[in-house]
């Protein structure tokens, strides 16, 4: 009965994080005001407590007391023991409750089949090498993260340009978006779209009203996104025109408010303690710093100034990119080009989502990354990321 408890607790996500943390600490003894902090710290919404009271009366912890006896600390089980020292009870001295979780192999056993469920085999041994890089580390956030919450994918972003084209190309316009090559698209949508002329139209017209849609509060700190901060890297490098990770961040004073891109890029003098959101492809804000076509793209790796911004960010570091597509070529080529330029100083990571080992090596113009692999099940993407994150940062309990 009690290991059925145990169990229902462990995998109740609301207490999972608490229990984790209780847990690091091993089976070392600490009063009640020790957990009662973690549980303000990480169950801020309730009752700390009551939930010491459940935890309690659900056996996850063991008791003892402390008491003193001529001048020194002793510990016993039981208060009607009798102390070895003077003979009288130990509840006849000064002393103290103190409690250790009891949950520990339980809990530790039951994290080792979460690793084996929500990843590939491989994958924890990368995100220990992750673990050990933790501080050259910095996220690299693609649309994935930004899909999660409801926004378009980076190739969704021009289907809208259907609606408001002539019935006579619809079919011209859907064969090349299955192409999926986006100058074609664009091309094509400039060429018939009767408000679009050029790439300042596109985006304005196309692009910004997508990119402009507000978010929830509520799902914002739902999502991915404040696991993702939570790593609290340096920086944080965006191919996405949004600023989401900004607004998560001011929701949760996680400190990344400041939004940067390469054409209001100060250098890197004026950033020191400043955490920031580096969006390489720029922002909404600025049309005019945006990467969209072909040719914004080799004008991006094209000029000196601007590659020498971007290798600034991206060597002596590892990128950990996050919510990238392996189908999306357009991508693909960038991906090669940052992974390579930092060979010989850091290994790369890249989180895929039922991805293909196999596959990925054929369509990767890089060997200097390594994988992270997320299995679609039927568990929730969002505890897979959480607890990717978690092990990362060493918060996840293995005995
Ligand atoms: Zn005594």
Redesign the pocket.
């Given at each position: 009965m009690k290991e059925k408890l145990e169990t229902l607790f462990i995998n109740n996500q609301k207490w999972n994080k608490l229990l984790n943390m209780t847990a690091l600490n091993g089976d070392k003894y600490f009063r009640e005001k020790h957990y009662l902090d973690l549980i303000k710290k990480y169950m801020p919404k309730e009752d700390s407590v009551e939930i010491f009271k459940e935890l309690l009366e659900k056996k996850m912890f063991k008791r003892k007391f402390s008491?003193?006896?001529?001048d020194d600390i002793?510990d016993a089980e039981l208060l009607e023991k009798k102390?070895?020292?003077?003979?009288?009870k130990?509840i006849?001295?000064e002393y103290f409750e103190l409690y250790s979780p009891s949950y520990l192999s339980e809990l530790s056993k039951n994290n080792i089949q979460l690793i084996k469920d929500y990843y590939d085999s491989d994958s924890k041994i990368v995100m220990e090498d992750v673990r050990s890089n933790i501080d050259r580390v910095i996220p690299f956030v693609g649309s994935g993260i930004s899909k999660n919450v409801g926004m378009p994918l980076w190739l969704e972003l021009f289907k809208k340009a259907k609606d408001k084209i002539s019935d006579e190309y619809k079919p011209y316009f859907d064969l090349e978006y299955e192409s999926k090559n986006i100058d074609k698209i664009i091309e094509m949508v400039k060429r018939v779209h009767p408000l679009i002329q050029d790439d300042k139209d596109l985006k304005k017209e196309i692009i910004a009203p997508e990119i402009k849609k507000t978010i929830p509060n509520e799902i914002l700190l739902n999502s991915i996104i404040p696991d993702i901060l939570k790593l609290d890297a340096e920086y944080i490098i965006t191919t996405n025109y949004d600023d989401l990770l900004e607004k998560t961040s001011l929701l949760l004073c996680s400190g990344y408010e400041e939004s940067r891109d390469i054409s209001s890029f100060q250098g890197f003098e004026s950033l020191d303690e400043t955490q920031y959101i580096f969006h390489i492809h720029g922002t909404i804000k600025n049309y005019d710093s945006m990467v969209v076509t072909n040719e914004d793209y080799n004008n991006l790796y094209d000029s000196e100034e601007k590659k020498r911004i971007l290798s600034g960010l991206i060597n002596k570091h590892s990128m950990l990119f996050l919510g990238f597509s392996m189908d999306d070529t357009y991508f693909s080529d960038e991906f090669g080009k940052i992974c390579e330029s930092n060979k010989g100083y850091c290994t790369n990571y890249y989180v895929m989502i039922n991805g293909d080992r196999q596959k990925k090596d054929e369509l990767l113009k890089t060997t200097n990354v390594r994988f992270i692999n997320i299995k679609s099940t039927n568990f929730d993407i969002k505890n897979q990321y959480e607890f990717m994150i978690e092990y990362i940062l060493g918060n996840i309990y293995i005995e």
């Open positions: 008491y003193e006896c001529d002793y102390c070895e020292i003077c003979g009288l130990v006849e001295h």
